[in-house]
């Protein structure tokens, strides 16, 4: 009896090792990382960027101020880097998907207020 038990708790867990393993080898990671140019100036364009640009499922963001080069890890199944870069457009800060309104702009601090692109 005992070793029937055993038998049956030795098939189980390796049916749940099996399943494991074959999705750690053949499943998708969510987990992405980024790296893309934001537009700005100093400290605190860093604080602002990396503010709005953290939200759910960002797990690590940072601002570098000499390169103007976002690098980003987010969950894609809980945001996208469409939706980071909108946020960082909405507090004044031109992305390469969204580009910051005017008015926003214009209420950034004057040291904030970097070099536009022409379109």
């Known amino acids: 009896m005992k070793s029937i038990i055993l038998k049956n708790l030795l098939i189980i867990l390796s049916i749940f090792l099996i399943q494991n393993i074959n999705n750690l080898v053949f499943g998708q990671s969510s987990q ?33 101020i000499k390169s ?4 980003i890890s987010y969950d894609s199944l809980k945001t996208s880097i469409d939706k980071i870069q909108l946020r960082i457009a909405a507090v004044g800060y031109d992305t390469p998907l969204f580009k910051a309104n005017e008015e926003t702009y214009n209420k950034l601090h004057m040291c904030c207020q970097y070099p536009r692109k022409k379109e």
Request: net charge positive; glycine share 8%.
């Open 32 to 64: 992405i990382s980024k790296t893309i140019e934001v537009s700005g100036n100093c400290k605190m364009c860093k604080k602002q960027i990396e503010k709005a640009g953290k939200t759910k499922g960002v797990s690590d963001i940072n601002w570098d």
């Open 68 to 71: 103007h080069l976002l690098t």
